[in-house]
């Protein structure tokens, strides 16, 4: 699955570099998504596969906060991306005319630059502050990866300001973009049923049917994977959401924006001489 999620999104972001008609503010932030679920995914499956691998379930105090560092990192990316992608769609359903003078080149750049930088304060903010955490000298974690919510609930100090800090963070870049997503899709729908025609409906539709299945696995699993930390009996459960949105999601990103994009498809006959079907 591992190396599926990473060839997969491998070969999208080759797909749109090499080919110039997917040089669009869409596929453009679906390169970066890809980009993005692949160091997303590196952050934590490695670990686990080499665990696995040795019979080694040990992992150093330095490399567990490093890993919060990355997670967090990508985990931000991953939902500012998806909530970009959704105005984008709004503008180009809602404002056709004006889709290349909103999202123009400029503006994409400067927004994927600000989203790597509250992302990057944010998972350093939270990463150093697990740091100044006291912890016993031998801590067992319920859990494949060093999950921010497990290892702060093993500390031997309290934990309160961390506790308000991650809630904070939650609701800012896990909240924030899933109520601008839900916002878009809501004047989406609206838009779409304003159109007479079936077919403009359909069509309409299917431009971003892709791009909604990806937003409902992922905030669907990792919503279920915070509301289950709730109870302390659920590490398993918890354990099962974060494989879906942390290796699942990202491996079925790339089949779900190729199976149903002809572009994609015609890009990818190019670079590999092979059909997608």
């Not at 040089?23 to 686990?48: E, G, Q, R, W």
């Not at 500012?80 to 994409?108: G, S, T």
């Not at 409906?201 to 696995?217: E, M, P």
């Amino acid at each position: 699955m591992y190396l599926i999620t990473v060839f997969g999104n491998f070969l999208i972001i080759m797909a749109v570099s090499f080919d110039s008609h997917l040089h669009t503010p869409m596929y453009f932030f679906l390169a970066n998504l890809s980009f993005v679920d692949i160091c997303f995914t590196s952050t934590t499956i490695p670990k686990m596969l080499w665990n696995i691998q040795t019979q080694s379930r040990v992992i150093t105090y330095e490399d567990c906060i490093t890993q919060i560092y990355l997670f967090l990192l990508f985990a931000g990316l991953d939902s500012f991306l998806l909530a970009v992608m959704a105005y984008d769609r709004f503008v180009a359903i809602c404002h056709p005319l004006h889709y290349m003078v909103i999202m123009n080149p400029q503006l994409c750049g400067l927004l994927v630059l600000v989203f790597w930088i509250m992302s990057a304060l944010n998972s350093l903010l939270q990463s150093l502050m697990v740091s100044w955490l006291s912890f016993c000298i031998l801590v067992e974690i319920s859990h494949f990866f060093c999950e921010i919510n497990q290892v702060v609930r093993l500390a031997c100090v309290d934990t309160f300001l961390n506790d308000i800090v991650m809630y904070i963070a939650t609701m800012l870049l896990a909240g924030s973009p899933l109520t601008g997503i839900l916002y878009s899709y809501c004047k989406i729908v609206s838009s779409i049923l304003g159109i007479s025609s079936a077919q403009g409906r359909y069509k309409a539709f299917s431009t971003c049917a892709s791009h909604l299945s990806i937003v409902s696995l992922f905030y669907c699993t990792s919503l279920g994977v915070y509301l289950s930390s709730a109870a302390p009996q659920s590490s398993h459960l918890g354990a099962v959401a974060s494989v879906m949105y942390t290796v699942v999601t990202p491996m079925l990103n790339p089949f779900i924006y190729s199976l149903r994009n002809r572009d994609i498809k015609k890009a990818l006959k190019i670079i590999t001489g092979v059909p997608v079907m």
